[in-house]
């Protein structure tokens, strides 16, 4: 009686799930992608840096209007004004490598013998 309590539910579910695996077999699905026919990797990387470049170009241009304000206003005080120089700086060698973000993965992609190239 134990036993027989314990199949019953083996195979009612097994019944249950027969259906659905002969219907997944005999349909096909597609699903289109929401990206557009020709996106790869590649173009989705892509449009990803396009974005990060204009928000980080954007950001740039408030640090170092902010950088000189601070720069303007630290009233001959050493220690601001190289604050505001260091921040100057970093900020405008973030701006060259975001810049040149496309052209060093590609360069990457080249040496190591990829056929893919970010658009």
Same mark, same amino acid.
């Given at each position: 009686m134990k036993t027989f309590k314990k199949i019953v539910p083996i195979v009612f579910l097994v019944a249950l799930?027969? /259906?659905?695996?002969?219907?997944?077999?005999?349909? @096909? =699905?597609? +699903? /289109?992608? /929401?990206?557009? *026919?020709? @996106?790869?990797?590649? #173009?989705? #990387?892509?449009? =990803? +840096?396009? %974005?990060?470049?204009?928000?980080?170009?954007?950001?740039? $241009?408030?640090?170092?209007?902010?950088?000189?304000? *601070? %720069?303007?206003? @630290?009233?001959?005080? /050493?220690? *601001? $004004? *190289?604050?505001a120089r260091y921040i100057i700086i970093y900020t405008l060698i973030g701006l060259i490598v975001v810049w040149l973000s496309k052209g060093i993965i590609n360069l990457l992609l080249t040496i190591l013998g990829s056929e893919s190239r970010i658009p």
């Amino acid at each position: 009686m134990k036993t027989f309590k314990k199949i019953v539910p083996i195979v009612f579910l097994v019944a249950l799930f027969i /259906p659905l695996i002969s219907l997944a077999q005999s349909q @096909s =699905i597609e +699903i /289109p992608n /929401p990206l557009g *026919k020709d @996106s790869t990797i590649w #173009t989705v #990387t892509g449009k =990803i +840096i396009d %974005f990060i470049f204009w928000i980080a170009t954007v950001a740039g $241009v408030f640090v170092i209007i902010y950088a000189g304000y *601070k %720069f303007l206003f @630290s009233a001959g005080d /050493p220690e *601001k $004004v *190289k604050n505001a120089r260091y921040i100057i700086i970093y900020t405008l060698i973030g701006l060259i490598v975001v810049w040149l973000s496309k052209g060093i993965i590609n360069l990457l992609l080249t040496i190591l013998g990829s056929e893919s190239r970010i658009p």
